[in-house]
């Protein structure tokens, strides 16, 4: 089982803002389950967000007026008669605070106010409500969480996927239709942020190591990729002429089972091994060593699989991560995978 303070270091590392100071007192507290501790992150976000100042967006409105403002709408002017009134129908653009980001964090921090959370955390919540008064709610089976990001509202990409997490881990879906909440992110969001956090702490702690999700080419006979999928890797870390591919896994179950023998999914080996042997052909030609690695996240399991194995002239070794310690010990195991293949240090 995963220890809940170190989801907050995996969020931390996922999304850098975290460690900025205004969260760092979210670090020294005590968590009873993930919603709390999302919590915690969102009204620390929110507040920070509030004196920074809420979005805001030209949003169309159409009202009736005394006075002409913006375009007249003539047409339901008429219709409405509002002539004989004396007014117009008019369409004008406002500046409000009511943007898409806004909505989806008003609708998280409502969902909260019915979760598992301590109740010092929803008078926040209900604090921080009142900013939101010109904020309409959504639905939440209909948000649209693919959001674009520039400089002038770069400070909501954590919050948003705080949301996601919340309202995509919290909520399920009962056999009945009707929507119940949960204690803990669920495991394909999890799987998410595992990869994620895998990948910034060795950007972070390892800067002479090239890290990233990168793509991997196919290495064809003739042009012909049609229909080939796209290889993209959860982490590539690359030193000088060596290159270790990991793929990140959090799963239930780490291994599969048949008649009482325990294997290593057979699609996690295939797949490892195809990027290992493309990439492998890509650097041809040059003095090289590739790797690969599926590092799964320890479960409560007996049977772990921790493996090294040399297929046709590549290592690929089969390793678990455990969460369920204090943070150092996650370092430490993460820090022992770069010296076992890059025999180098943190922070150099």
């Not at 520039?150 to 056999?175: D, E, F, H, P």
């Not at 921790?306 to 046709?312: A, E, H, K, P, V």
Request: glycine share 4%; net charge neutral; with cysteine.
């Amino acid at each position: 089982m995963i220890k809940i303070q170190n989801v907050y270091y995996m969020l931390s590392y996922a999304f850098q803002t975290l460690q900025e100071e205004g969260y760092r007192d979210v670090a020294t507290e005590e968590f009873h389950n993930v919603a709390d501790l999302c919590s915690a992150i969102l009204v620390k976000g929110v507040s920070l967000q509030i004196k920074r100042g809420l979005g805001r967006e030209y949003i169309s409105q159409q009202d009736t007026l005394s006075g002409i403002k913006g375009k007249i709408d003539i047409s339901e002017s008429i219709k409405t008669q509002s002539i004989l009134r004396k007014q117009m129908v008019c369409t004008y653009d406002d500046l409000s605070t009511n943007t898409y980001m806004n909505r989806i964090i008003k609708t998280t921090m409502l969902w909260l106010l019915s979760a598992d959370i301590d109740i010092s955390r929803k008078k926040e919540i209900k604090k921080l409500l009142v900013f939101f008064s010109d904020v309409e709610e959504l639905e939440i089976n209909t948000i649209n969480w693919s959001q674009q990001y520039n400089r002038s509202n770069k400070t909501y990409r954590m919050l948003i996927s705080i949301c996601y997490l919340v309202l995509k881990g919290l909520l399920q879906t009962t056999s009945s239709g009707r929507i119940r909440l949960m204690d803990f992110i669920d495991e394909r969001n999890m799987c998410r942020l595992y990869e994620k956090f895998i990948l910034e702490y060795y950007r972070t702690e390892y800067p002479s190591i090239k890290a990233e999700a990168s793509q991997i080419k196919w290495i064809l006979d003739d042009d012909n990729s049609s229909m080939l999928p796209i290889m993209k890797s959860d982490i590539t870390l690359s030193y000088k002429n060596k290159v270790l591919i990991i793929d990140a896994k959090y799963y239930g179950h780490n291994t599969q089972v048949q008649y009482d023998r325990h294997t290593i999914h057979s699609s996690n080996l295939y797949q490892i091994f195809t990027y290992v042997k493309n990439k492998e052909a890509e650097m041809k030609g040059m003095e090289h060593e590739v790797s690969g690695m599926l590092l799964y996240a320890k479960t409560e399991e007996e049977k772990q699989p921790d493996n090294l194995y040399s297929m046709s002239g590549n290592k690929i070794s089969v390793k678990t991560l455990d969460l369920s310690g204090d943070f150092s010990l996650i370092e430490e195991q993460l820090q022992k995978i770069i010296e076992d293949h890059f025999g180098i240090a943190p922070n150099l």
